[in-house]
């Protein structure tokens, strides 16, 4: 969320393809999406282990220029994957927090607090009249659409280029 615009109604993440698609309303009856390829990158599987939810899950860290990553895994479920950039490791990540290493606390810490496992899933798709676009555009429509007034800002200062600083890149 960006100055309390959603970034996307749901996510949805393609094991087939390796991506995760993002979707959202940019208009009163029009959907539209991107995508970003998922990328694995190289984590620190520790021995260490607790349980979470009844599932056995595994330590697992990275570190990049400014942050720490801690993401706990369990394979004991058939499904890989995971919140923001908890990518990469070979079970779901049930923990995942992350913290600037100029700080003690965490920045952000999500966890797991209910696991429903379904033999048929009623899966929400990407509609076939949506639009599909790049990031910036897909954000650029959604501002205009939900806050006129950070729109007409982003057009002011004359940026297509949007960054976060919420979360920590690759």
């Known amino acids: 969320m ?3 615009i959603p970034l996307f109604d749901f996510m949805y993440n393609s094991f087939t393809s390796d991506t995760y698609i993002y979707a959202g309303s940019i208009k009163k009856d029009e959907m ?3 995508s970003n390829k998922k990328t694995d990158f190289l984590w620190t599987i520790s ?3 607790r349980t979470i939810l009844g599932y ?5 860290s990275r570190r990049n220029a400014t942050h720490e990553l801690i993401a706990w895994f369990t394979n004991e479920l058939p499904l890989k994957g995971g919140p923001l950039k ?3 490791l070979p079970g779901l990540v049930l923990e995942y927090s ?3 290493l100029d700080k003690k606390d965490a920045d952000l810490l999500l966890i797991a607090n209910k696991i429903d496992l379904y033999s048929s899933l009623n899966v ?6 949506a639009i599909e676009m790049s990031f910036n555009d897909y954000f650029t429509e959604q501002v205009y659409f939900l806050d006129r007034g950070t729109y007409r800002m982003i057009k002011l200062i004359g940026t297509t280029d949007v960054k976060f600083d919420y979360y920590p890149e690759n």
């Open 2 to 4: 960006v100055s309390g």
């Open 32 to 34: 539209a999406f991107y």
């Open 47 to 49: 021995e260490e282990s």
């Open 56 to 60: 056995k899950c595994i330590k697992a």
């Open 86 to 88: 908890a990518e990469g």
């Open 98 to 100: 992350y913290r600037n």
């Open 124 to 129: 929400k798709r990407v509609p076939s009249d």
